[in-house]
Each structure stands twice: as structure tokens, then as C-alpha cells.
């Protein structure tokens, strides 16, 4: 929340005098404390969370160096020093008799380890507290000190999060803090650091009636939106993004966006009868420019052999065998690549073989190309990675944003020599005797393009699962969401229409819901053909996406 805080700090947002209506929307107000509007899914309703910037005080107060060089410290001793007797007569008790009794001197003490001041130790507990509640691992000194103040001020049942005990622990707190203020000799620097936070913890700034500020949500949707924009905005190449709704993006990462010039300018696209509509996101998807995602995907190759002997291409050895390529003719070249050298070879050099075979583990360097007839009904996330991993020719196409027959050919001209007697017009591009003519490989490649491009107009959903598959909210997904995506697409449409090349290209609608998954990965595909077949439907791992966004 403080992340999100700052993006509408730095975009200008928090002002007195705005008073928002929409989903939005974020206010600030005068006030005492500051407060964060959460929806509750459950319950459909607000609930309010004062402490939110409050624990943001205590996490940002960590600093194990200066806990443990507080286990040294002052404190209230029992001992008594009769050199300093007369220092402390103003605090004696008289006797009937008139013998003054002291019962205790304020006096240096060495402290041993894991016997802090309470100070530190009462930090500590609540540090405990709340990174139990976030999950968050714990060292084994903190955790010893929390332990000890919760045995020496604070029952077993009690905690700041328990909901019978809260408020009683709250208030056993303050009592502490108050105690151990008054009894604490020297105040340094180290002390008011930890005395602060925790001050601003227990108190806020109830205190400071006239002084304080409100700001907050009406709901949670803004800073889901924020996160998942921003994520996409870091993994998916600028010039892929045709359009991002920039409201709660900060403006770094706004910039990051547009540095680079757009595939496919989207200018004034979405308007519609005097009125400007803001999709969350449209981006060209590649099929691999998308989140860069991976697969761990390793492919072994060994030297294609016909009767014991390499097979030869006009004096070119580059055919390869894998499990992955039973039926395929694939084959693999470099620039400058001599005659009667097989790239196996020249791959050695990079990749371990074993057993004659290479282990291709990440992708082929750069002046390698890879070539065979694609299956394009037979495509899954670990055959684009092998297009990928090979360098395949259509794949290198697609990444240098080349989506036209005469931006093709002309990459088949500049970067392969085509019709030239080189490697790759010799062998790569021949399919059993017969050289490929320049028109069979534009016609596959634009087959392949038709495949694997589209346009994806993406839709943040703060809703759960299971609030989605209810039939009884069908209705009203359709009402409120699903009609919007079709004047996105419909808008995409019109646009798309007059170019001969891209009026045939897809348009697919994706919703983006929060998940708790425990699994690494950020995306999970949930319902590809969610109502009736019109919208994608994808898990976002919500842990996950709180690192990228706050990284």
C-alpha cells in the first residue's frame, strides 16, 4: 500500500478537495489518522485498516545491528550504592524513626545477550506480530527477544492480531511503554529510533487531532489494477504494448512503456460516439514477446545419419535428429558456415555433448538459425520454446517485428542472402532436392504469423473464482464486462479492417483474477473458452506479483 501511496503521490492524486464517485477513486481528507479503505470479498462491504502506514513504521524501524547493540544498555537497578546515597535522598521514604529507606537506584548495568532492554524487546514482539501475519521469515534473536518481553509483560493467549485479545493487548502495551519510558536512565539516539516507532504503532496520531490526514480506496480494485499493469509493463517489450491505462502506473515505469516506437499505432482508437474509452491493456502478443515466458525445456540433438553416413547438402552437413523430431527435417546453420563442417561441431563449442548428443539448454547464439516445417496445429507453450530455443528463421522474423510479405522477403534478402550460393540457400532452405522458392517460404511464414499473432485486450477483474463460475453472477459479468470487451474489439476491428495483412488477425479478450497459488509461476490459464468461448480466464499468483511490483 505505501508503493501504491507514492504512485498517487508522485501522479498527484491525494488533494483535499477531490471528492471521486467512480471505482477509483482516492481521497484524502483532514483528519486525525491516516486510513486505507480494503473490500472485504466475502462480505461486500468496507472495512477500515488505520494501522496499515502504522506497521509500515514499525517493518521500516528494522535494523538488527542496532537491537543487538542495545542488549547493553541502562536500566533500573535493585543494587544500591551508598557512595551515591545523597543523590537519591528526594526519593526516599522516612521512617517514623527517621531512617530514610530507598528501595532502588537508577544505575549502570551490563546487560547479557538475549537480556535486552524492554524497549527493544517490546519492538520486537510487535515486529514478531506482524511479520507472522504477513508471512514473512523471522531471525532466531528477534524471535528469542519477542519471546521474552511477551513472557514478561503479555499472557500466552494474548496477540495484536487475535481477535478476542486485540484491543487488551494493545492496551497492556501502552501501559509497558509507558513503564519502561519512565524507567529508562539514558535515552539515545538508538532508543528514540525504536521508541518512535513504536509510539506511532500504539498511538498513530490520535494525539495530533488537527494535524493528521485521511487517505484511501474505495476499494481494493486500483491497486490490483496497479500491480498487474506494472508487471506487464516490466516483461512485455514497449514497442508490444499498444496501449496501457497509465492512471495508477508510476512514472518511471510510464516511461519505460513508451520508449520504445509501437508495432501498431493505436491513436485514437478508442472513441466512440464523442467519448474516449480506456481499455486496461492491449498488447501484441507474439506468442513470444508474452511475459517472457520460459519453459524449462531441454532439447538433446545428435547428427542426422542416412546408412551410417552424415547426410549432405550440396557439401553442407546441418541436419539433425532429437526425440522431439522424429518426423521432422530440421536443420541447423551458422554465417560463414564451410563446406563439409557440420554445425554439430561448431554447437560442441557451447553446449556439452554427451554421448554424441548436444544438450541445448538455453537459446542458440545469435549467427545460428534453425529451419523445418512447423505443425501449426500441434503448437503448445514447449514447441514455441523450441522455435525460440533454436533461433528458428520464422521465430527471428517475428522478433525483429517483421509482419509483412514484403518486410519478409527483404529480411530473407538481408539477412540470409537469399538465392545467393551460401549455407542457408544451399541447405537450410531445401526441403528433400528442391530449394524452397521465396514465395513457399512467404506463404508459410504468414501462416505461421496468422497463428501465433494476436491482439489481446486485457481486463483487470479484482473478483474471485469462484464468484466467476457462479452462474448466478453471469448475467451481470456479461452486463457490466463482457459488453465492453466487445466495443474494444469491435473499435480494434474497424481499425484492422483496411490493412490487407492485419484485418484477418485475431482479437482475444483475457480477465485477470487474483489467485493465491502456491505454485512459483505468475500466470495459470484457468478457463481458456470462459463464457461460451469469448474471454480467457487467468489466475494471477497475487504473492508473486507483490515482488515484481514492489521490486
Known amino acids: 500500500m505505501n508503493h501504491f501511496k507514492e504512485i498517487c503521490l508522485q501522479k498527484d492524486y491525494l488533494k483535499a478537495d477531490i471528492k471521486t464517485q467512480d471505482r477509483d477513486g482516492v481521497i484524502r481528507n483532514q483528519g486525525s489518522i491516516q486510513q486505507i479503505s480494503l473490500p472485504d470479498v466475502e462480505i461486500e462491504e468496507n472495512i477500515f485498516y488505520s494501522k496499515l502506514d502504522l506497521i509500515g513504521s514499525i517493518l521500516n524501524a528494522y535494523d538488527e545491528l542496532k537491537i543487538l547493540s542495545l542488549a547493553d544498555r541502562l536500566g533500573k537497578s535493585e543494587k544500591i550504592d551508598y557512595s551515591k546515597l545523597h543523590s537519591f535522598l528526594h526519593r526516599a521514604v522516612y521512617l517514623d524513626n527517621g531512617a530514610a529507606y530507598i528501595d532502588a537506584m537508577t544505575l549502570p548495568r551490563q546487560m547479557v545477550h538475549y537480556q535486552p532492554t524492554d524497549i527493544i524487546g517490546m519492538y520486537c514482539y510487535i515486529l514478531v506480530e506482524v511479520k507472522q501475519q504477513l508471512h514473512e521469515e523471522i531471525s532466531g534473536e528477534v524471535a528469542a527477544l519477542a519471546e521474552r518481553f511477551k513472557h514478561k509483560y503479555i499472557d500466552a493467549e494474548s496477540g495484536l492480531f487475535h481477535d478476542e485479545y486485540s484491543s487488551q493487548t494493545v492496551d497492556r502495551l501502552k501501559d509497558a511503554l509507558e513503564l519502561i519510558?519512565?524507567?529508562t536512565a539514558l535515552k539515545d539516539t538508538d532508543y528514540w529510533y525504536f521508541f518512535d516507532a513504536i509510539e506511532l504503532f500504539l498511538y498513530g496520531k490520535l494525539s495530533q487531532a488537527d494535524e493528521g490526514e485521511i487517505w484511501g480506496i474505495n476499494n481494493f480494485y486500483s491497486v490490483w489494477e496497479s500491480m498487474c499493469l506494472t508487471y506487464l509493463a516490466k516483461t512485455v517489450s514497449p514497442e508490444?504494448?499498444?496501449h496501457l491505462d497509465t492512471r495508477f502506473i508510476s512514472?518511471?515505469?510510464?516511461?519505460?512503456?513508451?520508449?520504445?516506437?509501437?508495432?501498431?499505432?493505436?491513436a485514437n482508437v478508442f472513441s466512440i460516439n464523442g467519448r474516449r474509452l480506456v481499455p486496461d491493456a492491449v498488447i501484441f502478443s507474439t506468442g513470444f514477446?508474452?511475459?517472457?515466458?520460459?519453459?524449462?525445456n531441454t532439447i538433446f540433438l545428435r547428427k542426422q545419419s542416412y546408412n551410417g553416413k552424415t547426410w549432405n547438402d550440396y557439401g553442407y552437413t546441418t541436419k539433425f535428429e532429437s526425440h522431439d523430431f522424429a518426423e521432422v527435417d530440421l536443420k541447423i546453420a551458422y554465417e560463414g558456415q564451410p563446406l563439409n563442417k557440420h554445425t554439430f561441431e561448431e554447437l560442441g563449442k557451447v553446449y556439452r555433448n554427451q554421448n554424441n548428443q548436444l544438450i541445448i539448454n538455453n537459446q542458440l547464439p545469435s549467427n545460428f538459425y534453425s529451419f523445418w516445417e512447423i505443425d501449426l496445429k500441434q503448437l503448445s507453450f514447449k514447441s514455441l520454446d523450441t522455435i525460440f530455443r533454436l533461433n528458428h528463421v520464422f521465430y527471428v522474423a517475428l522478433n525483429k517485428a517483421i509482419f509483412t510479405p514484403g518486410k519478409f522477403e527483404k529480411f530473407l534478402l538481408d539477412e540470409f542472402g537469399f538465392n545467393k550460393d551460401n549455407v542457408f540457400d544451399n541447405s537450410l532452405f531445401r526441403r528433400g532436392l528442391t530449394k524452397l522458392t521465396t514465395q513457399e517460404l512467404i506463404d508459410e511464414f504468414t501462416n505461421f504469423y496468422r497463428t501465433v499473432c494476436s491482439l489481446k485486450v486485457i481486463d483487470i477483474k479484482y473478483l474471485s473464482l469462484a464468484y466467476c463460475r457462479d452462474v448466478k453472477n453471469r448475467r451481470h459479468?456479461?452486463?457490466?464486462?463482457?459488453?465492453?470487451?466487445f466495443v474494444y474489439e469491435y473499435l480494434l476491428q474497424q481499425f484492422l479492417g483496411g490493412n490487407d495483412i492485419l484485418k484477418n488477425l485475431e482479437i482475444k479478450s483475457n480477465f485477470w483474477i487474483p489467485s493465491c497459488q502456491n505454485d512459483s509461476g505468475i500466470f495459470k490459464e484457468v478457463e481458456p473458452e470462459y463464457l461460451e468461448g469469448y474471454i480467457s480466464l487467468k489466475n494471477i499468483n497475487f504473492a508473486a506479483l507483490v515482488n515484481s511490483y514492489l521490486d
Do not use: G, H, M, P
Request: aromatic share 8%; charged share 35%.
Open 240 to 242: 508490444y504494448i499498444l
Open 289 to 296: 514477446n508474452e511475459f517472457r515466458w520460459r519453459e524449462k
Open 181 to 183: 519510558d519512565r524507567n
Open 251 to 266: 512514472n518511471d515505469v510510464v516511461s519505460l512503456v513508451n520508449s520504445n516506437t509501437k508495432i501498431l499505432a493505436l
Open 477 to 485: 459479468l456479461k452486463k457490466e464486462s463482457i459488453r465492453k470487451q
